[in-house]
Antibody, heavy 118, light 107 residues
Framework: EVQLVESGGDLVQPGGSLRLSCAVS????????MSWVRQAPGKGPEWVAN????????HYVDSVKGRFTISRDNAKNSLYLQMNSLRVEDTAVYYC???????????WGQGTLVTVSS | DIQMTQSPFTLSASVGDRVTITCRAS??????LAWFQQKPGKAPQALIY???NLESAVPSRFSGSGSGTEFTLTISSLQPDDFATYYC?????????FGQGTKVEIK
């Protein structure tokens, strides 16, 4: 069974940092592109970043460029999102997602809540 | 960035109704268009990928069509489990972008 389990969400002050983790099982992690997608309260989903199979290619939405870093450890079947200089508008549930054919956002974790507030 | 615009924003329908949701892209996304269903408190679930391919275990009453910049999601006979919010999403170009969502409500 494919499983993606996010962790690391927390309440953090503006300007602070947080590292999200996603532990996967049930599939060969190193064969897939992986993404982070977030959803602010009452809003639609927003794709944040993705990374190719060996970590040599990364893409980000403009609003997080220079502040967030996506990474992966294929030996540990884990995906990460390092978030620095957090802003109130980064408050959201963050989902770890396995990409599918053509790059669509195929399989989603249950999400972890990040709240940025003073 | 490619903007995705869905219509309508909300849709009131009855069980058994045929429902159509439209998604328009600000530029061509080729065939890289997916549809998602989301229920309150849950992660979005993929329904359709590459315009018209049904995800495994998704009922056949769901179908997708379109090309280029205009796409539709059709539910042939609305069931109680289908009342939810639906999103389109393009994967043609980074950043991947979503429509604003269509909420399907009970009439």
């Amino acid at each position: 069974e494919v499983q993606l389990v996010e962790s690391g969400g927390d309440l953090v002050q503006p300007g602070g940092s947080l590292r999200l983790s996603c532990a996967v099982s049930g599939f060969t992690f190193s064969n897939y592109w992986m993404s982070w997608v977030r959803q602010a309260p009452g809003k639609g989903p927003e794709w944040v970043a993705n990374m190719n199979r060996d970590g040599s290619e990364r893409h980000y939405v403009d609003s997080v460029k220079g502040r967030f870093t996506i990474s992966r450890d294929n030996a540990k079947n884990s995906l990460y999102l390092q978030m620095n200089s957090l802003r109130v508008e980064d408050t959201a549930v963050y989902y770890c997602v396995r990409d599918g054919n053509g790059g669509y956002l195929h399989r989603w974790g249950q999400g972890t809540l990040v709240t940025v507030s003073s | 960035d490619i903007q995705m615009t869905q219509s309508p924003f909300t849709l009131s329908a009855s069980v058994g109704d045929r429902v159509t949701i439209t998604c328009r892209a600000s530029q061509s996304v080729g065939g890289s268009l997916a549809w998602f269903q989301q229920k309150p408190g849950k992660a979005p679930q993929a329904l359709i990928y590459l315009v018209s391919n049904l995800e495994s275990a998704v009922p056949s009453r769901f179908s997708g069509s379109g090309s280029g910049t205009e796409f539709t999601l059709t539910i042939s006979s609305l069931q109680p489990d289908d009342f939810a919010t639906y999103y389109c999403q393009q994967s043609h170009t980074h950043p991947k972008t979503f429509g604003q969502g269509t909420k399907v409500e009970i009439k």
